[in-house]
């Protein structure tokens, strides 16, 4: 089972920049899609991005395209999202996740279709 952990979360003004990361162990890391999910207070968990088990597939949620990016080096074990433009709503707790099945279409981006987690980072956008 591969563990996932997140870091780089914190509290920055709107139109700043953080980037996080979601540090794997286990070898099979390269064997999974990875996702990108948050959670504000009181709402759902919801989607942000993923990342096919190469690299080649992305997909991004409505709200985060042309802002964030993730990557991955499975060499380091590694998937990165790196938040640009942030805005008071996306503030939330990120999570990263691990999928082990084939690529989900954009109706199944959702935190059902993920089969292991991280225990979070808070984003927090100061207005």
């Known amino acids: 089972q591969v563990q996932l952990v997140e870091s780089g979360g914190g509290v920055v003004q709107a139109g700043g920049s953080l980037r996080l990361s979601c540090a794997a162990s286990g070898r099979t890391f390269s064997a999974n899609i990875v996702g990108w999910f948050r959670q504000a207070p009181g709402k759902e968990r919801e989607f942000v991005a993923a990342?096919?088990?190469?690299?080649?597939?992305?997909a991004y949620a409505d709200s985060v395209k042309e802002r964030f990016t993730i990557s991955r080096d499975n060499d380091k074990n590694t998937v990165t999202l790196q938040m640009n433009n942030l805005k008071t709503e996306d503030t939330a707790v990120y999570y990263c996740?691990?999928?082990?099945?084939?690529?989900?279409?954009?109706?199944?981006?959702?935190?059902?279709?993920?089969?292991?987690w991280g225990q979070g980072t808070q984003v927090t956008v100061s207005s």
């Open positions: 990342i096919s088990r190469l690299g080649v597939r992305i």
């Open positions: 996740a691990g999928r082990v099945n084939s690529w989900p279409t954009t109706a199944q981006q959702s935190p059902h279709n993920y089969d292991f």
